[in-house]
């Protein structure tokens, strides 16, 4: 049995991907142990899960979430320590998680001579643009891109997340495989019943700030109470950086009685509060990483039968019109528009429901996870 050592630089609370892969691996025959960064020992050092998975989290290295200069200083720590686990482990294959563990894992990988997965779930030298200023910004996104390049060229395989980005690592790597974010056909099992509340709820899920449409979704739930319909905007995720919180919560204090913050929520509670819900938000800024990449939220509201309002991003639309799963917008034009449109569903509810189970079906038949891993499946075998 081949043992897999996946490296991943948060906590596993779970990650959704990972613990997707790390799941589907052992379900096909090949041992997976995840090695990550509990980064404030909030969690268990170690845990072995139903499927299989053994996880170990490294927790003596004490930093914050986020990127910058401090962290710098943070991550050789991190990559040694993972060394000294791998030495102990003695994998088969090193599957890396983004950028910040591919070091690690090529590292070991190189000097031992095992073939090493890239695993790029976005473009981590655009990623790291917005949230770096003066000279680190200029310079830092400029030497992750050539280190990205480099490691990505000495992987055995590159596993990503679309079209646009495995465009990208063909450049370095000949042996690119994609593997959508897309969600397991279970959580498309149940319907929704859509509009058929006292209440309309809006709901955004995932990391909250101004660069993914947080004040956009303030701004729409205040012009569709203005127009006198009872909605309601749930928030779930984290503030990301937390001075987002303040910034959002000053300029909705006028509506925040219709505002609901249920903090980070659990992946295996997640469609639980998707079921509660109406209308799935994922109007992102066009920030370059957003315009290239789906998110996987979208697959997430499509198969908890909400209809989408998203951004008009090529990627985005071209799934939103297809399936007919709801509407795409310019998130820098005014909003009064999809405020109208939204209040249009409150008074036709056949509409919405209808785009809800639109886009649960295209998730049944087409955007699920057993539709893609397969990929990951067929590499890891002609590894083995």
């Keep these: 049995m081949s043992h897999i050592v996946m490296l991943l630089s948060n906590a596993f609370r779970p990650d959704p991907r990972v613990l997707k892969e790390a799941a589907s691996l052992c379900g096909n025959g090949f041992q997976v142990t995840i090695i990550c960064w509990d980064r404030q020992a909030e969690l268990k050092p170690e845990e072995q899960l139903p499927s299989g998975v053994k996880i170990i989290r490294i927790q003596n290295i004490q930093s914050s979430y986020g990127i ?44 031992h001579r095992n073939p090493v997965i890239y695993d790029a779930h976005e473009y981590y030298a655009e990623l790291v643009k917005p949230r770096l200023r003066g000279i680190t910004g200029r310079i830092l996104p400029k030497v992750i891109k050539v280190l990205e390049e480099f490691g990505a060229h000495y992987a055995r395989a590159v596993v990503t ?20 974010h897309y969600p397991v056909k279970s959580m498309a099992l149940l319907g929704n019943p859509v509009f058929n509340r006292s209440e309309m709820r809006l709901i955004y899920t995932g990391r909250l700030s101004r660069d993914r449409g947080l ?20 928030l779930a995720g984290a503030f990301t950086p937390e001075s987002e919180q303040e910034i ?33 938000l994922v109007i992102l800024m066009p920030e370059p990483r957003y315009v290239a990449a789906v998110p996987v939220k979208l697959f997430e509201y499509m ?29 820098l034009a005014d909003i009064t528009p999809t405020a109208n449109q939204i209040a249009g569903w409150y008074q036709n509810k056949a ?3 209808a785009m809800g189970e639109n886009g649960r079906q295209a998730v049944l038949s087409e955007y699920n996870w057993e539709h893609q891993i397969m990929g990951l499946i ?7």
Aim: net charge positive.
């Design 351 to 353: 509409i919405p429901q």
């Design 248 to 280: 959002f919560f000053k300029s909705a204090s006028d509506i925040i009685g219709s505002i609901e913050y249920l903090g980070w929520i659990p992946y295996t509670k997640i469609s639980d509060i998707y079921l509660t819900a109406d209308v799935g």
């Design 215 to 234: 004040l956009i979704y303030g701004a729409l739930l205040r012009k569709l109470l203005e127009q006198g319909l009872p909605a309601r905007l749930t």
């Design 68 to 111: 910058g200069i401090r962290q710098l200083f943070k991550l050789p720590r991190f990559w040694r320590a993972i060394q000294s686990y791998l030495r102990r482990i003695s994998p088969d294959v090193i599957h890396c998680h983004d950028f910040d563990t591919l070091p690690a894992g090529l590292f070991y990988g190189l000097i």
């Design 378 to 384: 067929s590499l890891y075998r002609s590894l083995a």
């Design 161 to 180: 997340v679309d079209q646009t980005l495995a465009d990208i690592y063909h450049k370095r790597n000949n042996h690119v495989v994609i593997l959508g």
């Design 303 to 331: 198969a908890s039968g909400l209809p989408v309002v998203a951004s008009n991003f090529p990627s985005i639309a071209q799934i939103v019109k297809q399936a007919n799963c709801g509407i795409v917008v310019d998130p």
